[in-house]
């Protein structure tokens, strides 16, 4: 048995979830594999076998990737139940006890699981590999992409909110917390839908090489959500990381986007930079969509023109405009997801200012300042003032995610891969003007179903993604046909996209091994 010790902040930053379903068929993986297990665990019974490889596996991919990633598991007996949607596949109960031997033979490290305070959320127990099976791992290059870690996993979650009674230290009664914990459910012709539709577009995305070009490492650091500490967090950018599934909260009306895909972990100064198979790519999004809907919902159509920003509101007390329309925005989203105004007003307090955002000096955020801020909001959208504060964002999230089914689906038919971010999109820079009048055709659907046939040229889309021209793969409204190279300042918008895609080395490597993957 040994121990080491981690910080928090690499316990909580620089780790993944184990993935119990992770197997390959290519026999050179699977012979290290049985080697290691001949060599050192050969006195273990055929199921804890069965139990040891996915995690095995998982320790070499993870370790592949990233050495300094830590494995998230359960000791939860009821997370390897036989029975469930969401029941593991390919390890039991006793997969429990084979981490132990791990750990008692000096195979991993471990940490038990935790409490934040600082985020009310609970961290589940670490485990990573020990010097001793990392020198097993060394200078062994098999495969990676033969490796599947998505063997029949649930794609349509459904989750409810539970009450959970813990101890409170200073009064030594127990106190209500909530969360939302993943139920069981009966399919219906929707589920089924859905996931037959998901598991298609798994597997499109599974021969899909999706990354960043100018990345020299497989991995993105960001500043971490939680406040107690200032350590970056990392988000591993490959292609084992990409398995998309939808979740409903309560309900099959409530809730259902899409989550999953590094994309969907990254800022927008880094998805800008997806190459999707060695391709540049453009995001389209629905501008504002949220706010468009609810007035769909009172049969009003919101005037997008650029004299009517939704989040222009006067703020005598806040004069730097970056951080005011910031601020506007996210108390805008905030308050149409919360269910009272104190909620909508803590969740502002303890939302950080993202770090190309510049608050003013000395700017307290009180409750009194943003009672006042929403109070002027609910005045500027009086028509839809009533849904704020009402919880009625997690309904609008069904809407969201029955429009990114819908043109998931669409492309999915046509072999072309669709990365979804709730309301916007990122696709190959070709197809751009195919996926802006697929969103239109949706906005449309949504409008008419909600009393409105016309006026749908006012979708609130970034100017520079209104453009037919083409050129090199680019939409650039500036291409000059009578000028040489379509003109100057056409030139100089290549030469911006050519440094904004560039391609370094190890990302060629990366795309290389990824083409080369059934020939190894």
């Not at 981490?99 to 305070?117: K, P, S, V």
């Not at 939808?246 to 990254?266: A, D, L, M, S």
């Amino acid at each position: 048995m040994v121990e080491a010790e981690k910080s928090e902040e690499d316990l909580r930053d620089h780790s993944r979830v184990f993935r119990p379903a992770t197997h390959t068929p290519d026999p050179k993986v699977n012979s290290f594999i049985d080697g290691i297990i001949d060599s050192y665990f050969s006195d273990l019974t055929n199921i804890q076998i069965d139990n040891l490889r996915p995690l095995l596996l998982d320790l070499y991919l993870a370790y592949q990737y990233d050495p300094d990633t830590l494995l998230s598991v359960s000791r939860d007996k009821s997370k390897y139940s036989k029975k469930g949607k969401y029941r593991y596949r390919k390890v039991s109960v006793t997969f429990i006890k084979v981490m132990d031997i791990l750990h008692e033979r000096g195979f991993i490290y471990r940490a038990t699981h935790r409490y934040y305070e600082d985020t009310d959320t609970y961290r589940t127990g670490r485990i990573w590999a020990t010097d001793k099976l990392v020198d097993l791992f060394k200078g062994v290059k098999l495969n990676i992409y033969s490796i599947d870690q998505s063997y029949k996993e649930q794609t349509v979650i459904l989750k409810k909110r539970v009450k959970i009674l813990e101890e409170d230290g200073d009064q030594g009664k127990k106190k209500p917390r909530y969360r939302w914990k993943k139920t069981d459910y009966r399919d219906n012709r929707r589920t089924v839908k859905w996931r037959k539709g998901l598991d298609e577009y798994n597997n499109l995305l599974k021969e899909t090489h999706i990354d960043i070009g100018d990345l020299d490492k497989p991995y993105i650091e960001r500043k971490s959500k939680a406040r107690s500490h200032s350590k970056l967090q990392r988000v591993p950018v490959n292609q084992h990381n990409k398995f998309c599934y939808r979740v409903f909260n309560g309900n099959f009306k409530t809730g259902g986007r899409v989550y999953g895909g590094w994309w969907q972990q990254v800022g927008k100064q880094y998805r800008q930079k997806i190459l999707i198979n060695g391709k540049p790519t453009v995001e389209v999004d629905f501008s504002g969509w949220h706010i468009a809907l609810l007035y769909l919902k009172k049969g009003i159509e919101f005037d997008w023109s650029r004299d009517n920003d939704p989040y222009d509101v006067h703020l005598p007390k806040i004069n730097q405009h970056t951080y005011k329309r910031w601020l506007l925005k996210t108390m805008m989203l905030v308050s149409i997801n919360a269910g009272d105004e104190d909620s909508a007003i803590q969740a502002i307090q303890k939302t950080p200012t993202p770090e190309d955002i510049i608050r003013p000096e000395g700017l307290v955020l009180t409750n009194k300042l943003l009672s006042e801020i929403l109070d002027k909001l609910k005045e500027k959208h009086s028509p839809i003032a009533e849904y704020f504060c009402t919880g009625m964002g997690i309904k609008l999230q069904n809407v969201d995610g029955e429009i990114t089914m819908n043109l998931i689906a669409e492309y999915t038919k046509l072999k072309i891969p669709l990365l979804a971010i709730h309301d916007s999109y990122v696709i190959e820079d070709k197809y751009h003007h195919d996926l802006w009048e697929s969103m239109q055709n949706e906005y449309e659907r949504v409008a008419i179903e909600n009393g409105i046939e016309k006026g749908v040229d006012q979708l609130g889309f970034p100017d520079n993604l209104r453009t037919n021209a083409i050129q090199y793969g680019y939409y650039d409204e500036e291409f000059d046909y009578e000028e040489e190279d379509g003109g100057a300042e056409h030139r100089a918008i290549v030469k911006d996209k050519e440094i904004l895609f560039r391609k370094c080395h190890e990302y060629m490597q990366r795309l290389s091994s990824f083409y080369n993957r059934l020939d190894q």
